[in-house]
């Protein structure tokens, strides 16, 4: 064989147990997490592996396990702070479990069952969902194949799914009782043209809340999209009204931060001394001084280790009932809403 040849050949486990004087089903232990191995086999191993440059191909192996350590994450929106923070700890969180992450992002609206497709060609060990519900139907296939998949902040499904919830409820409420205990009466709620799922329920729960405290209108300010750009569009609706209301929820800080650049811009409005103003998150530019923005904190960390935490369940038990895991929020205070 050629120098060229040896160079480009592809170093295999029976390389590194030849070098290593073990067997192959030694060098498998060794690269196998909790699998029984001497210490002295597992040195042998590790210096011939390294020596020869050797790497565990894991697309290989899962195909004789039926099963690889890759965990898909879907998300969308990206450019949101929090949707970033959400996947940035996801991955974190898979990393530290021996669970490899894959992101793969769907645009917009889009249907993400073709990119859930896709991953089910590479046998992965689930799927975590954070952009729109899936269909029904392509939660029912990764039913049907043994594929655990975890729905974060998405509204039920027939199929046995598991889901993960920020508790949205809550979140509405505690904005409409702040700002009516800022001394707001006269209430509006920037929200999007289609709200997503948790962004309904926000929306829902704070409307509610308000008519309880005796507030039976709540105007409704609606952008295209849940952006920097359709907090702006939602600040100059708000100033084109006829009587601008003196307490506003955004329904997440993103949007908030461009309602806000807005009012500053125009100068119309000042906050907090004519609008009060609360949003849904508490991502870290909420507390820049330039905003000072009163906000329900969401711990992304937090929310990240539940996800997997059921994730892990179902791997290790799958005939447990779908769960449905709720994580609390609370209320950051800011100048925003200061009397």
Same mark, same amino acid.
């Given at each position: 064989?050629?120098?060229?040849?040896?160079?480009?050949?592809?170093v295999?486990?029976v390389?590194?147990?030849r070098?290593?004087?073990?067997?192959?089903?030694?060098?498998s232990?060794?690269?196998?997490?909790?699998a029984?191995v001497?210490?002295?086999t597992?040195?042998?191993?590790?210096?011939?592996?390294?020596?020869?440059?050797y790497?565990?191909?894991?697309?290989?192996?899962?195909?004789?396990n039926?099963?690889?350590?890759?965990?898909g994450?879907?998300?969308?929106n990206m450019?949101?702070p929090?949707?970033?923070?959400?996947?940035?700890? $996801?991955?974190?969180?898979?990393? *530290?479990?021996?669970? &490899?992450p894959?992101? =793969?992002?769907? @645009?917009?609206? !889009?249907?993400? +069952?073709?990119?859930?497709?896709?991953?089910?060609?590479?046998?992965?060990?689930?799927?975590i969902?954070?952009?729109?519900?899936p269909?029904?139907?392509?939660?029912?296939?990764?039913v049907?194949?043994?594929?655990?998949m975890?729905?974060?902040?998405?509204?039920?499904?027939?199929?046995m799914?598991?889901?993960?919830?920020?508790d949205?409820?809550?979140?509405?409420?505690?904005?409409a009782?702040?700002?009516?205990?800022?001394?707001?009466?006269k209430?509006?709620?920037?929200?999007?043209?289609?709200?997503?799922y948790? $962004?309904?329920?926000?929306?829902g *729960?704070?409307t509610? &809340?308000c008519?309880? =405290?005796?507030? @039976?209108?709540? !105007?409704?300010? +609606?952008?295209?999209?849940?952006?920097?750009?359709?907090?702006?569009?939602?600040?100059?609706?708000?100033?084109a009204?006829?009587?601008p209301?003196?307490?506003?929820?955004?329904?997440?800080?993103?949007m908030?931060?461009?309602?806000l650049?807005?009012l500053?811009?125009?100068?119309k409005?000042?906050?907090?001394?004519?609008l009060?103003?609360?949003?849904c998150?508490?991502?870290p530019?909420?507390?820049?001084?330039v905003?000072?923005?009163?906000?329900?904190?969401?711990?992304?960390?937090q929310?990240?280790?539940?996800?997997?935490?059921?994730?892990?369940?179902?791997?290790?038990?799958?005939?447990?009932?779908?769960?449905?895991?709720?994580?609390?929020?609370?209320?950051?205070?800011r100048?925003?809403?200061?009397k």
């Open positions: 064989m050629s120098d060229k040849d040896s160079h480009n050949k592809k295999t486990s390389d590194v147990a070098l290593a004087g073990v067997s192959r089903s030694a060098v232990r060794t690269f196998t997490p909790n029984s001497s210490e002295e597992r040195n042998k191993v590790m210096q011939a592996a390294q020596a020869l440059g790497r565990v191909n894991k697309l290989a192996s899962s195909l004789i039926n099963r690889s350590d890759l965990v994450i879907i998300a969308s450019d949101n929090f949707r970033s923070r959400q996947v940035e700890y $996801l991955a974190k969180t898979l990393l *530290a479990n021996n669970l &490899r894959i992101l =793969l992002l769907v @645009e917009g609206e !889009e249907d993400p +069952s073709r990119i859930i497709g896709m991953l089910l060609e590479y046998n992965v060990s689930g799927v969902v954070t952009s729109d519900t269909p029904q139907s392509i939660c029912e296939e990764c049907t194949l043994g594929v655990p975890v729905l974060v902040n998405k509204d039920q499904t027939d199929a799914v598991d889901r993960v919830l920020l949205n409820p809550r979140s509405g409420r505690i904005a009782e702040t700002l009516f205990n800022s001394g707001c009466r209430l509006a709620v920037v929200t999007t043209v289609k709200p997503s948790s $962004l309904s329920v926000r929306v *729960a704070f509610e &809340r008519r309880s =405290l005796g507030i @039976e209108t709540v !105007e409704r300010f +609606s952008a295209p999209e849940q952006s920097y750009d359709g907090g702006r569009h939602a600040a100059d609706l708000l100033m009204a006829a009587e209301a003196d307490g506003v929820f955004c329904v997440s800080d993103y908030a931060m461009g309602f650049d807005q500053r811009i125009a100068q409005i000042a906050v907090p001394q004519q009060k103003v609360i949003s998150d508490d991502i530019q909420a507390g820049w001084p905003y000072d923005l009163s906000s329900i904190r969401q711990d992304p960390e929310l990240a280790e539940l996800v997997v935490e059921v994730l892990l369940e179902r791997i290790h038990n799958p005939e447990l009932p779908a769960a449905v895991k709720v994580l609390d929020v609370s209320l950051t205070a100048n925003s809403t200061a």
